[in-house]
């Protein structure tokens, strides 16, 4: 080979590598079918939905149906854990490979009385635009303007219908174990500890959750913290202005109640039981009870359908009339990607989805509370829901944004305590918590 | 030696050849990684079109001097660096005991040495999923094997502590393969002649391995402590898949990935902060920058004194 040929073959190869290095991969994938979104052209919707069993499973029989109905489009949904769909939205928005994504109620919105904090992901994603504006669609008139207002909408526009409130700070109590070791539902502490401790002495386990997520362990608690503080939006606001402490006298009553929830309710092993397990656990008739959100209602159901269960607020109070309150939150939402190439099948997802009969099948299939006021609260849990309903608060997590600065135990999570933190002494732990909520407040004054 | 090349123009071909490779290196790595340190003086989200703000060391200063936060951040780098030594110190003698053990002139070594690499080709999910449910703590098989012996553990769940023990346990499972194959590519390069005339002259096996073997693994005893240390100073997968975001485990490589992704509250409305999550980013690079070039200077200089 001469000299001159071996020289423009090198060059050749290095041009050829430099060019694939530099290519975008965005380029060659989906980007290509934006001229195909509208009318009879093929149509590939990428939808994201969080993992919550009863909600896959609806979502793959409405994606079937909504493909017979429009052969035209394909439905690719995706699942993710519950923990990676924040991270999962960011990286799939900004690599333009979504279309309609699962979006959870929009909250931690900073409030005037706090400082130096950062946005919410919601509201970064809006702000860098990558949510479609869907203000003026018609399948809005659909839904409750409140939960449209409070849950989907930023500086005057909706990005996000809001499909359902839920409730986490219920227990759920199998009748007939409660009937044989004869053991009344309990309304106030002192008989929610009273019923553990006959059911321990009975060799059954008093409550389960799943543990190994991480964050059931301490939600399950989040009655107990209403119970104290009802007011939750308050209980914010007191402890960014310092009202309020997590080691005043009321707050340490709080933790030595969530002692004994860690401790002595919870049954041993709790910490290895995956988030999606604890219903089936539930189910199986081993434990009592299960301190969890009303989304596990239908997987009870489905688990053992002959399984008979009840559904109460967690008696945190030692009073019967503290203890009437829920505690929840604006769950799954859907919102749109602003860059899909499938504007109009995006469009026609949602509005299909919004129908009031395909929404009823979907509150009836996951137990939400219906954010469309036309729908019915048709479900088992619904039924021991309503007594309360009128008494619904927005929980404390959906309201807190620590302080820059605020220790890792600036927090008040029940798996602080043993046997799934290091703790053991409520009033240690109290200081530590507010001492690490202060550090926080002292940064950023 | 000659010069293929020749002179004049065509002396810039092998520069040429490594073109592609070195456009390569800044495009996928060097490229990304000044990035990063751009991203570090600024509050970047990591949100496409999201504005940035040149901020400063404002990043670091929170990282190291703000509040409570800042002493929990420097807790995780001192786990970080007990998980590196312990990973380390426990991998490199394990892996090097298996080498010599499998490359014996004996039978079955092969499947030996196949069972010892084998968690190697898992990838980190599926040893996370394994170890937990072999560590189940309702019925589990080590569960099962505590009650025997009256006893009860939460493993992952439970004691940080305890949790931050398996974690190294399970890396060091995980990754002994490699080192034993590095040790064992070795074993096999040393001249067996080297063998028999220390044994001609009387050496026990102690001896032989003093003044023979380890002096020869020189190469492969730098090669393993350099990687063990860096690729533990720099984990965190396993600490996503087994325990989560706990106080009291948290290594500074899986604190910059909670960062970074909004995991750190238990919201899921947490902000990203990748500006912030790029700060302990460089903050662990300089941490393995002076280790691994202090560890290696030590090493090179070991290997010079030896080897010659």
Same mark, same amino acid.
């Given at each position: 080979m001469s000299k001159k040929m071996f020289s423009f073959l090198s060059l050749l190869v290095a041009f050829a590598i430099l060019l694939a290095a530099c290519s975008s991969p965005a380029a060659t994938g989906s980007q290509t079918e934006p001229a195909a979104a509208a009318g009879g052209d093929k149509v590939t919707l990428r939808v994201l939905v969080h993992q919550n069993p009863p909600m896959v499973a609806f979502m793959e029989t409405f994606n079937q149906k909504f493909q017979e109905k429009h052969p035209n489009i394909t439905v690719d949904m995706s699942v993710v854990n519950a923990n990676d769909l924040s991270t999962v939205s960011q990286t799939r928005l900004s690599a333009n490979d979504i279309d309609v994504l699962d979006i959870f109620g929009f909250a931690n919105g900073a409030q005037p009385?706090?400082?130096m904090v950062d946005s919410p992901n919601w509201q970064q994603l809006i702000e860098a635009g990558l949510?479609?504006?869907? %203000?003026?669609?018609?399948?809005?008139? *659909?839904?409750?303007e409140n939960a449209i207002k409070d849950a989907g909408s930023y500086n005057g526009k909706v990005y996000s219908i809001n499909l359902g409130r839920v409730i986490y700070s219920g227990i759920y109590y199998n009748k007939q174990l409660f009937e044989e070791n004869k053991i009344?539902?309990?309304? %106030?502490w002192p008989e929610l500890a009273a019923a553990c401790e006959t059911f321990k002495a009975n060799n059954i386990p008093c409550m389960t959750a799943g543990g190994k997520d991480g964050w059931p362990i301490f939600v399950g608690a989040y009655g107990l913290i209403g119970a104290m503080y009802p007011d939750q939006a308050a209980l914010v606001e007191g402890l960014w202005n310092g009202? &309020?402490?997590? *080691?005043d006298a009321k707050s340490l009553e709080m933790w030595t109640k969530m002692q004994v929830y860690a401790r002595d309710m919870m049954e041993e092993?709790?910490?290895? &039981?995956?988030g999606d397990a604890a219903p089936g656990r539930f189910a199986s008739g081993a434990v009592a009870m299960f301190p969890g959100g009303s989304w596990y209602a239908p997987a009870i159901e489905a688990a053992q359908p002959a399984f008979d269960w009840g559904y109460i607020p967690?008696?945190? !109070?030692?009073?019967?009339?503290?203890? #009437?309150y829920w505690f929840g939150k604006y769950d799954q939402g859907w919102a749109i990607a602003s860059?899909?190439? *499938?504007k109009d099948a995006s469009v026609l997802y949602l509005k299909e989805f919004s129908d009031p009969a395909n929404y009823q099948a979907f509150v009836d299939a996951v137990g939400f509370i219906p %954010?469309?006021?036309?729908?019915?609260? *048709?479900t088992k849990i619904g039924a021991d829901i309503a007594?309360?309903?009128?008494?619904f608060r927005v929980g404390y997590e959906q309201y807190w944004i620590a302080p820059k600065g605020?220790? #890792?135990?600036a927090n008040p999570w029940? !798996?602080?305590?043993?046997?799934?933190? %290091?703790?053991?002494?409520p009033k240690v732990l109290a200081d530590k918590v507010q001492a690490d909520l202060q550090a926080g407040l002292d940064a950023v004054k | 030696m000659s010069y293929h090349f020749g002179r004049g123009k065509s002396k810039w071909i092998p520069y040429l050849m490594l073109l592609p490779g070195l456009l390569f290196y800044f495009l996928i790595a060097l490229g990304p990684s000044m990035a990063t340190a751009v991203y570090s003086f600024t509050d970047a989200t990591?949100?496409?079109g999201a504005p940035i703000r040149w901020i400063g060391l404002d990043n670091y200063r929170e990282f190291l001097?703000?509040?409570?936060a800042s002493v929990d951040n420097l807790a995780a780098l001192q786990r970080t660096l007990i998980f590196c030594a312990a990973v380390t110190l426990i991998q490199f003698t394990m892996g090097l005991i298996v080498a010599l053990l499998v490359n014996?002139?004996?039978?079955g070594t092969n499947i030996f040495r196949t069972l010892y690499f084998m968690? /190697?080709?898992?990838?980190v999910v599926i040893q996370g999923l394994m170890w937990s449910l072999f560590l189940?703590?309702?019925?589990?098989p080590a569960a099962k094997l505590l009650s025997l012996l009256g006893m009860r553990s939460e493993f992952l769940g439970g004691q940080p502590a305890e949790a931050f023990a398996w974690v190294i346990f399970i890396q060091i499972w995980a990754n002994m393969g490699t080192t034993m194959m590095i040790f064992i590519a070795g074993l096999q390069t040393i001249p067996s002649e080297m063998y028999e005339a220390a044994r001609i002259d009387g050496a026990n096996s102690w001896q032989v391995f003093r003044n023979v073997t380890w002096p020869l693994l020189t190469p492969s005893v730098n090669t393993n402590l350099l990687l063990n240390i860096i690729g533990s100073l720099q984990a965190w997968q396993l600490f996503l898949v087994? /325990?989560?975001?706990r106080n009291g485990t948290q290594v500074l490589g899986y604190l910059i990935y909670a960062t970074g992704f909004g995991?750190?509250?238990?919201? /899921?409305s947490s902000s990203f902060r990748q500006g912030y999550a790029a700060a302990a980013s460089i903050i662990l690079f300089l941490l393995v920058l002076v280790i691994g070039m202090s560890v290696q200077y030590i090493l090179q200089r070991r290997e010079a004194r030896i080897l010659g």
């Amino acid at each position: 080979m001469s000299k001159k040929m071996f020289s423009f073959l090198s060059l050749l190869v290095a041009f050829a590598i430099l060019l694939a290095a530099c290519s975008s991969p965005a380029a060659t994938g989906s980007q290509t079918e934006p001229a195909a979104a509208a009318g009879g052209d093929k149509v590939t919707l990428r939808v994201l939905v969080h993992q919550n069993p009863p909600m896959v499973a609806f979502m793959e029989t409405f994606n079937q149906k909504f493909q017979e109905k429009h052969p035209n489009i394909t439905v690719d949904m995706s699942v993710v854990n519950a923990n990676d769909l924040s991270t999962v939205s960011q990286t799939r928005l900004s690599a333009n490979d979504i279309d309609v994504l699962d979006i959870f109620g929009f909250a931690n919105g900073a409030q005037p009385y706090m400082k130096m904090v950062d946005s919410p992901n919601w509201q970064q994603l809006i702000e860098a635009g990558l949510l479609m504006d869907l %203000t003026g669609q018609d399948f809005l008139k *659909n839904y409750d303007e409140n939960a449209i207002k409070d849950a989907g909408s930023y500086n005057g526009k909706v990005y996000s219908i809001n499909l359902g409130r839920v409730i986490y700070s219920g227990i759920y109590y199998n009748k007939q174990l409660f009937e044989e070791n004869k053991i009344a539902v309990p309304t %106030t502490w002192p008989e929610l500890a009273a019923a553990c401790e006959t059911f321990k002495a009975n060799n059954i386990p008093c409550m389960t959750a799943g543990g190994k997520d991480g964050w059931p362990i301490f939600v399950g608690a989040y009655g107990l913290i209403g119970a104290m503080y009802p007011d939750q939006a308050a209980l914010v606001e007191g402890l960014w202005n310092g009202t &309020i402490k997590w *080691n005043d006298a009321k707050s340490l009553e709080m933790w030595t109640k969530m002692q004994v929830y860690a401790r002595d309710m919870m049954e041993e092993g709790a910490s290895g &039981i995956a988030g999606d397990a604890a219903p089936g656990r539930f189910a199986s008739g081993a434990v009592a009870m299960f301190p969890g959100g009303s989304w596990y209602a239908p997987a009870i159901e489905a688990a053992q359908p002959a399984f008979d269960w009840g559904y109460i607020p967690f008696p945190g !109070s030692d009073t019967a009339a503290d203890n #009437q309150y829920w505690f929840g939150k604006y769950d799954q939402g859907w919102a749109i990607a602003s860059n899909t190439p *499938n504007k109009d099948a995006s469009v026609l997802y949602l509005k299909e989805f919004s129908d009031p009969a395909n929404y009823q099948a979907f509150v009836d299939a996951v137990g939400f509370i219906p %954010t469309q006021p036309t729908a019915k609260l *048709n479900t088992k849990i619904g039924a021991d829901i309503a007594p309360f309903l009128g008494n619904f608060r927005v929980g404390y997590e959906q309201y807190w944004i620590a302080p820059k600065g605020a220790g #890792q135990f600036a927090n008040p999570w029940a !798996s602080y305590f043993k046997p799934f933190g %290091t703790d053991d002494d409520p009033k240690v732990l109290a200081d530590k918590v507010q001492a690490d909520l202060q550090a926080g407040l002292d940064a950023v004054k | 030696m000659s010069y293929h090349f020749g002179r004049g123009k065509s002396k810039w071909i092998p520069y040429l050849m490594l073109l592609p490779g070195l456009l390569f290196y800044f495009l996928i790595a060097l490229g990304p990684s000044m990035a990063t340190a751009v991203y570090s003086f600024t509050d970047a989200t990591g949100i496409k079109g999201a504005p940035i703000r040149w901020i400063g060391l404002d990043n670091y200063r929170e990282f190291l001097f703000m509040g409570r936060a800042s002493v929990d951040n420097l807790a995780a780098l001192q786990r970080t660096l007990i998980f590196c030594a312990a990973v380390t110190l426990i991998q490199f003698t394990m892996g090097l005991i298996v080498a010599l053990l499998v490359n014996q002139k004996l039978r079955g070594t092969n499947i030996f040495r196949t069972l010892y690499f084998m968690p /190697v080709i898992l990838g980190v999910v599926i040893q996370g999923l394994m170890w937990s449910l072999f560590l189940y703590p309702l019925g589990g098989p080590a569960a099962k094997l505590l009650s025997l012996l009256g006893m009860r553990s939460e493993f992952l769940g439970g004691q940080p502590a305890e949790a931050f023990a398996w974690v190294i346990f399970i890396q060091i499972w995980a990754n002994m393969g490699t080192t034993m194959m590095i040790f064992i590519a070795g074993l096999q390069t040393i001249p067996s002649e080297m063998y028999e005339a220390a044994r001609i002259d009387g050496a026990n096996s102690w001896q032989v391995f003093r003044n023979v073997t380890w002096p020869l693994l020189t190469p492969s005893v730098n090669t393993n402590l350099l990687l063990n240390i860096i690729g533990s100073l720099q984990a965190w997968q396993l600490f996503l898949v087994l /325990v989560g975001y706990r106080n009291g485990t948290q290594v500074l490589g899986y604190l910059i990935y909670a960062t970074g992704f909004g995991q750190t509250s238990g919201s /899921v409305s947490s902000s990203f902060r990748q500006g912030y999550a790029a700060a302990a980013s460089i903050i662990l690079f300089l941490l393995v920058l002076v280790i691994g070039m202090s560890v290696q200077y030590i090493l090179q200089r070991r290997e010079a004194r030896i080897l010659g």
